[in-house]
């Protein structure tokens, strides 16, 4: 899925997407940043990852989901991989 902005923040919809069959999913878009992640087009508001996005990270984990962090800033990358 091509950015996590249809998901409204709720590990339920993450979770339904995983049963309906998605495996991959991208936290930031392009030049967006959103509730997860920062972009790396975009001023940055969250200094890489907030709260939402570890969550979101770790339940993609468990679910052996793919976390495609391309377009994301720098700092979003190194948290991700940590958090990872």
Same mark, same amino acid.
């Given at each position: ?7 409204? #923040?709720?590990? =339920?919809?993450?979770?339904? !997407?995983?049963?309906?069959?998605? &495996? ?23 200094? #890489?990852?907030? =709260?939402?996005?570890?969550? !979101?990270?770790?339940?993609?984990? &468990? ?22």
């Amino acid at each position: 899925m091509e950015g996590s902005i249809n998901l409204d #923040g709720d590990l =339920e919809v993450l979770r339904m !997407f995983h049963y309906l069959g998605l &495996r991959a999913l991208k936290l930031p878009v392009h030049d967006l940043g959103n509730d997860y992640a920062d972009s790396c087009c975009v001023l940055h508001r969250s200094g #890489g990852l907030n =709260e939402h996005g570890v969550t !979101f990270i770790k339940e993609m984990n &468990r679910l052996n989901m793919v976390i495609n962090i391309s377009h994301a800033s720098d700092e979003t990358i190194e948290q991700a991989l940590e958090v990872s």
